[in-house]
């Protein structure tokens, strides 16, 4: 079974690097800004609807507006990525 950074990195894996880099790259294109992983995910979760909150909240809160209606974060995580 994959974990959650596998999911995530086959999703954003564009040009081989880190996850990280990836992720932060990605999060610039779905329309996060900021100097870190953290600032894109903030303003990118901002800007598609997530109310103000934790990342975690806002995440939750996202995935929920996609369809992700499984009780547990993680769960919603693990489908979000894994498409």
């Known amino acids: 079974m994959s974990t959650l950074d ?3 990195y086959a999703k ?6 880190s996850l990280n880099d990836e992720l932060f ?3 610039g294109v779905q329309g996060g800004s900021g100097a870190t992983v953290t600032d894109r995910e903030f303003s990118m ?4 609807g997530a109310f103000t909150g934790t990342l975690l ?8 507006v996609l369809g992700h209606t499984q009780p ?5 995580q693990m489908a979000f990525w894994a498409v």
């Open 6 to 8: 596998d999911l995530k």
């Open 57 to 64: 909240d806002m995440w939750y809160q996202y995935l929920g």
């Open 12 to 17: 954003v894996n564009v040009t081989g690097l």
């Open 25 to 27: 790259i990605w999060l």
């Open 72 to 76: 547990a974060l993680a769960d919603r």
């Open 45 to 48: 979760l901002k800007g598609k």
